[in-house]
């Protein structure tokens, strides 16, 4: 049986494996070649036990399918994570996201793309057009994670937008939000991250812990380097809709303190521990709570081969597969935005 090498994730430790069966595509999957995949911050939360999985991580990846349909074979793609039955009750109601019987990739029972070929179903692939790079194919998944959004909530010239994080996701989300919302704010803490959303022309301000306070208890604006606490942060903040992508408690709670009564949060984080939530203010304020996770890949691609969406300069640092540890170590540094893979 041949033989490859692949970052292999369990009890929470990470470890470079030089001989992982390939896997075998079942009937109706394809065999893919890796090329290049990005680290994101559910790879990071598995790491820290955000889900008890086992196996190898990662699934933002480009790469060409070696065995499969003929009309794949020999073609570069990007694939949906998630491999449903088809014939659950989820997937019968058009919830095949929440099929009952779901593998997903790098994430639950099934092999992920920190390796040098993974499997997909052949459903699940789409073809990278020709003028889209794998650097900038590399993040399908997570923008159409960004677009998933638009499919969940209506948002309107008339909304006035909070985006809580200035990474990866929130970079995007951003990005998604900005041509059909009144207003739009990015807060963030990174001035780097958020310099780069000031080029695009979409407004930012940046947060510091306060004074005296843990990570987690709340921020300051900082607005031409003079610390200020801005009203919009108080309880019954003036923002319709807002947007936590931090990954942290103090995250939620800027996002949930800048709501409107009857406004709405949506939560893009995944959290490796217990997020404490005031329910009351909650029921008070009459807010809607919404998860919100992946998303759809054909207008992702589309925005990408339109260059509708800026993802140039995302790219903080490269390593090969075999330096997939200190790969990790890079993303886990704070104010690193994507580290990707050279795999293929």
Same mark, same amino acid.
């Given at each position: 049986?041949?033989?490859?090498?692949?970052?292999?994730?369990?009890?929470?430790?990470?470890?470079?494996?030089?001989?992982?069966?390939?896997?075998?595509?079942?009937?109706?999957?394809?065999?893919?070649?890796?090329?290049?995949?990005?680290?994101?911050?559910?790879?990071?939360?598995?790491?820290?036990?955000?889900?008890?999985?086992?196996?190898?991580?990662?699934?933002?990846?480009?790469?060409?399918?070696?065995?499969?349909?003929?009309?794949?074979?020999?073609?570069?793609?990007?694939?949906?994570?998630?491999?449903?039955?088809?014939?659950?009750?989820?997937?019968?109601?058009?919830?095949?996201?929440?099929?009952?019987?779901?593998?997903?990739?790098?994430?639950?029972?099934?092999?992920?793309?920190?390796?040098?070929?993974?499997?997909?179903?052949?459903?699940?692939?789409?073809?990278?057009?020709?003028?889209?790079?794998?650097?900038?194919?590399?993040?399908?998944?997570?923008?159409?994670?960004?677009?998933?959004?638009?499919?969940?909530?209506?948002?309107?010239?008339?909304?006035?937008?909070?985006?809580?994080?200035?990474?990866?996701?929130?970079? !995007? &989300?951003?990005?998604?939000?900005? #041509?059909? /919302?009144?207003? =739009?704010?990015?807060?963030?803490? +990174? @001035?780097?991250?958020?310099?780069?959303?000031?080029?695009?022309?979409?407004?930012?301000?940046?947060?510091?812990?306060?004074?005296?306070?843990?990570?987690?208890?709340?921020?300051?604006?900082?607005?031409?380097?003079?610390?200020?606490?801005?009203?919009?942060?108080?309880?019954?903040?003036?923002?319709?809709?807002?947007?936590?992508?931090?990954?942290?408690?103090?995250?939620?709670?800027?996002?949930?303190?800048?709501?409107?009564?009857?406004?709405?949060?949506?939560?893009?984080?995944?959290?490796?521990?217990?997020?404490?939530?005031?329910?009351?203010?909650?029921?008070?304020?009459?807010?809607? !709570? &919404?998860?919100?996770?992946?998303? #759809?890949? /054909?207008?992702? =691609?589309?925005?990408?081969?339109? +260059? @509708?969406?800026?993802?140039?300069?995302?790219?903080?640092?490269?390593?090969?597969?075999?330096?997939?540890?200190?790969?990790?170590?890079?993303?886990?540094?704070?104010?690193?935005?994507?580290?990707?893979?050279?795999?293929?």
């Amino acid at each position: 049986m041949e033989k490859m090498r692949a970052l292999w994730l369990e009890d929470c430790r990470l470890r470079l494996r030089d001989s992982l069966p390939i896997p075998e595509a079942a009937r109706g999957e394809a065999l893919i070649q890796v090329l290049r995949a990005g680290i994101c911050s559910t790879d990071l939360e598995l790491t820290r036990g955000y889900y008890p999985y086992k196996g190898v991580l990662g699934h933002e990846f480009v790469g060409v399918v070696t065995t499969g349909p003929p009309d794949l074979e020999g073609q570069r793609v990007v694939g949906e994570i998630n491999a449903v039955c088809g014939d659950c009750p989820a997937c019968q109601h058009g919830r095949p996201t929440h099929c009952e019987n779901r593998t997903v990739l790098g994430i639950v029972n099934r092999k992920g793309a920190f390796a040098e070929y993974l499997t997909l179903p052949a459903a699940n692939l789409h073809i990278v057009p020709d003028n889209v790079t794998n650097d900038e194919a590399v993040f399908t998944e997570p923008l159409a994670a960004a677009l998933e959004i638009q499919e969940q909530i209506e948002v309107t010239e008339n909304d006035k937008v909070l985006v809580v994080g200035d990474g990866k996701l929130g970079q !995007l &989300i951003a990005q998604t939000l900005a #041509p059909i /919302a009144g207003e =739009l704010l990015v807060v963030g803490r +990174h @001035e780097r991250k958020l310099e780069r959303l000031a080029k695009l022309a979409i407004p930012t301000q940046r947060t510091l812990p306060r004074a005296g306070a843990s990570s987690e208890s709340g921020a300051e604006l900082v607005v031409g380097g003079d610390s200020i606490t801005s009203s919009v942060f108080e309880s019954g903040g003036g923002f319709d809709i807002a947007v936590e992508c931090t990954g942290n408690p103090s995250g939620f709670e800027m996002a949930r303190r800048a709501l409107r009564p009857r406004g709405t949060l949506v939560m893009k984080s995944t959290y490796a521990g217990a997020l404490t939530l005031d329910a009351s203010s909650v029921v008070v304020d009459e807010i809607t !709570l &919404i998860g919100s996770r992946c998303g #759809p890949f /054909a207008p992702a =691609l589309r925005m990408l081969e339109g +260059h @509708e969406v800026g993802v140039d300069g995302m790219i903080d640092a490269r390593f090969p597969l075999t330096d997939a540890l200190a790969a990790f170590e890079q993303a886990q540094r704070p104010g690193t935005l994507k580290v990707v893979l050279d795999i293929g």
